[in-house]
């Protein structure tokens, strides 16, 4: 046999695993963890602001994490709430606007470190069949819920 599923899991496994570290590695001199690159990033792309619950959704963190995290950044002043409450709208400080400009340019340093692809034609390419996969994963999954298969989870989702 080929061992096409471990050759998968194993490698989206250890891409996450990679990513994750660098992200670590890269948010200590901030005081900062691995799942405040991407609260930052979003935030960044969104000057307007967002809410933790679209947060949650975006990044695919819970909501206690979510919560956990964005309280550090408004400790830190990385972020500012225009009222208290979970619906808030949070937006970026200049402080969190910097550290989203930095996170930008290392993320971009990571990328291209990592890339095996030469052209924007590949990296489209590529980027497609990675969502498609994803896209298929999750229609999968949701069916194997539908129907009731044995050994599963019904508190356990998939973003």
Do not use: W
Not at 73 to 101: F, M, Q
């Amino acid at each position: 046999m080929d061992k096409i599923f471990e050759n998968f899991a194993v490698t989206v496994l250890k891409l996450n695993k990679l990513v994750n570290k660098i992200k670590t590695y890269e948010m200590k001199e901030y005081g900062l963890k691995a799942m405040h690159v991407m609260c930052i990033y979003y935030l960044g792309e969104h000057p307007e602001g967002l809410k933790a619950a679209d947060l949650v959704k975006l990044t695919l963190e819970d909501k206690a994490a979510i919560s956990r995290g964005l309280a550090l950044l408004r400790k830190g002043g990385y972020v500012t709430y225009d009222h208290d409450s979970y619906n808030a709208d949070i937006k970026l400080t200049p402080s969190g606007r910097r550290l989203a400009e930095g996170i930008a340019e290392k993320s971009e340093r990571a990328v291209n470190a990592g890339s095996v692809l030469e052209t924007d034609g590949e990296r489209e390419r590529f980027y497609k069949i990675l969502n498609g996969i994803a896209d298929n994963l999750t229609q999968y999954y949701e069916k194997l819920k539908g129907s009731g298969a044995a050994g599963g989870n019904k508190r356990e989702e998939i973003q």
